[in-house]
């Protein structure tokens, strides 16, 4: 787990996908009442705890649910993002991240109605000006595996900060517009995606250029 703001904290682990390694990022946010876990790895809820006491888990897509489970069994409260519910009917989640703030006032949640295959929920940690995202973008480096870079350049999400092809195929774009043009105007600097490299500095003009196509 390393720190890479005021209350927020990643770490990063193996994940394949369609046989492609593209990596995996958990961020864990510090805010009142206790520790958000954002798209969890498998790893155990004992090595956040001397950050304090883990509270909430959030999945925040419906791709992103694999290593849900053990942490609502450590007796976290489960949020989920629209549709996942119906997907994994064998976890006993809290509630769905349609609308509402539950995390209190440090965390705006906001669903992404634009891309129901994913129903992706996009998270902005106000005290770090740090946007929280999961699939919305990627951001592989030139020491990603060979094939994974091959792969991501057919699919148009290779180099820099990309959207893929199912993206642009799959997006309706009139709401992805608004929605897209609405987390533009949110106040953040940091961007963190799952798979990829953190943008640290910049993330509001690497979004933008990630989703020129959209004529955002």
């Given at each position: 787990m390393?720190?890479?703001?005021?209350?927020?904290?990643?770490?990063?682990g193996?994940?394949?996908?369609?046989?492609?390694?593209?990596?995996?990022r958990?961020?864990?946010?510090?805010v009142?009442?206790?520790?958000?876990?954002?798209?969890?790895?498998?790893?155990?809820?004992?090595?956040?705890?001397?950050?304090?006491e883990?509270r909430w888990?959030?999945a925040?897509?419906?791709?992103?649910?694999?290593?849900?489970?053990?942490?609502?069994?450590?007796?976290?409260?489960?949020?989920?993002?629209?549709?996942?519910?119906?997907?994994?009917?064998?976890?006993?989640?809290?509630?769905?991240?349609?609308?509402?703030?539950?995390?209190g006032?440090?965390?705006?949640?906001?669903?992404m109605?634009?891309?129901?295959?994913?129903?992706?929920?996009?998270?902005?940690?106000r005290?770090?000006?740090?946007?929280?995202?999961?699939?919305?973008v990627?951001?592989?480096?030139?020491?990603?595996p060979?094939?994974?870079?091959?792969?991501?350049?057919?699919?148009?999400?290779?180099?820099?900060?990309?959207?893929?092809?199912?993206?642009?195929?799959?997006?309706?774009?009139?709401t992805?517009?608004?929605?897209?043009?609405?987390?533009?105007?949110?106040?953040f600097?940091?961007?963190?995606?799952?798979?990829?490299?953190?943008?640290?500095?910049?993330?509001?003009d690497a979004?933008?250029?990630?989703?020129?196509?959209?004529?955002?």
């Amino acid at each position: 787990m390393r720190t890479i703001g005021p209350d927020i904290h990643v770490t990063e682990g193996p994940q394949r996908f369609l046989g492609l390694e593209v990596g995996a990022r958990m961020t864990v946010l510090e805010v009142d009442g206790g520790l958000l876990v954002h798209s969890p790895l498998p790893v155990s809820p004992d090595t956040i705890a001397d950050l304090g006491e883990p509270r909430w888990v959030v999945a925040p897509n419906k791709l992103h649910h694999l290593y849900v489970g053990p942490w609502l069994d450590a007796g976290l409260q489960g949020w989920a993002a629209p549709g996942l519910p119906e997907k994994r009917s064998d976890l006993h989640f809290a509630g769905v991240l349609d609308q509402g703030q539950p995390f209190g006032d440090d965390v705006l949640v906001v669903p992404m109605r634009c891309f129901p295959f994913a129903s992706e929920v996009v998270l902005l940690h106000r005290p770090s000006r740090t946007l929280v995202v999961t699939d919305l973008v990627f951001h592989f480096q030139p020491d990603a595996p060979w094939l994974t870079r091959a792969a991501m350049t057919c699919l148009c999400g290779y180099p820099g900060c990309s959207t893929t092809l199912l993206e642009r195929v799959g997006f309706h774009r009139p709401t992805a517009r608004r929605e897209i043009g609405e987390l533009l105007n949110l106040d953040f600097d940091r961007l963190v995606m799952s798979h990829g490299a953190v943008i640290e500095s910049g993330g509001k003009d690497a979004l933008k250029g990630a989703f020129r196509w959209l004529g955002v």
